[in-house]
């Protein structure tokens, strides 16, 4: 494996595995436990959204897993805002905290007030969007065969690309975080001179988190995800 990208909240590296593989750890990211609130309790809302909305939208509002979080631990935050505009993420109090904290949920007028509970608890992407920490996609490295008079061109747009040279033809290795081969393309189309487009055997893989956890983290949890299930498998299997 060779780190393309790591900065923010995502990461991107090159690696030769079976794209079947990569698909099962892709998969695998949902199984990830990750908290979310599940339930909430209005206790006040003035403001112009239903309070089914309300609580749909900070069910979708990511949190912190710095903490040690079992199945069986208490985790609630409090919201009471009399405030007059909008009503952020960042007022929700507890003990965890929310990942972004200028996330709006609702608005209020003066004299408004917003009061509730809110009770998190650990799910699976796989029951619901909202315990989902993040995204994992993959495409495959490829070369880049075209004329080698449209290289600047080109480079005007992708300055950093690997570039090599075959006589009247120039390869350019597609194996960054951002793909550019449909854009190499498009130039060559419109220059009358086709690229040639040879996937290779290399995976450039991509996982963006949506900051309850590291993108990193996201990787090894989904494969170790996998791990457990195979060896259980196994297991059965065996008898």
């Known amino acids: 494996m060779e780190l393309i990208e790591k900065k923010n909240e995502i990461m991107a ?3 030769k595995i079976d794209e079947s593989l990569a698909n099962a750890i892709r998969r695998y990211v949902l199984q990830i436990p990750i908290l979310a609130v599940d339930e909430v309790e209005i206790i006040k809302n003035d403001s112009p959204l239903y309070d089914e909305t309300i609580a749909h939208r900070i069910g979708l509002i990511p949190l912190k897993m710095e903490k040690e979080i079992g199945e069986k631990t208490d985790v609630k935050l409090k919201l009471s805002s009399t405030n007059e505009g909008l009503v952020y993420s960042g007022e929700m109090k507890g003990n965890v905290d929310v990942v972004y904290d200028k996330l709006p949920i ?9 009061e509730l509970v809110a009770t998190a608890k650990l799910g699976k992407g796989t029951e619901h969007a909202k315990f989902s920490p993040g995204l994992m996609f993959y495409r495959n490295v490829s070369e ?7 290289v600047e061109k080109i480079k005007k747009v992708f300055p950093d690309l690997e570039i090599k040279e075959r006589g009247d033809k120039a390869v350019i290795i ?6 550019v081969t449909d854009v190499c ?5 419109k220059a009358g001179k086709p690229a040639e487009v040879s996937p290779t055997d290399e995976l450039v893989i991509t996982i963006e988190s949506f900051g309850q956890i590291d993108s990193k983290d996201i990787f090894k949890r989904a494969i170790d995800a996998l791990k457990k299930d195979l060896a259980e498998f196994a297991k059965k299997a065996t008898k």
Do not use: C, M, P, V
Request: proline letters at 0%.
């Open 174 to 179: 597609d194996n960054k975080r951002k793909e």
């Open 185 to 189: 393309e498009g130039i060559s189309e």
């Open 144 to 150: 880049i065969k075209l004329d080698k008079h449209l």
């Open 13 to 15: 590296f090159k690696a």
């Open 106 to 114: 609702t608005s209020l007028n003066k004299g408004q007030e917003l």
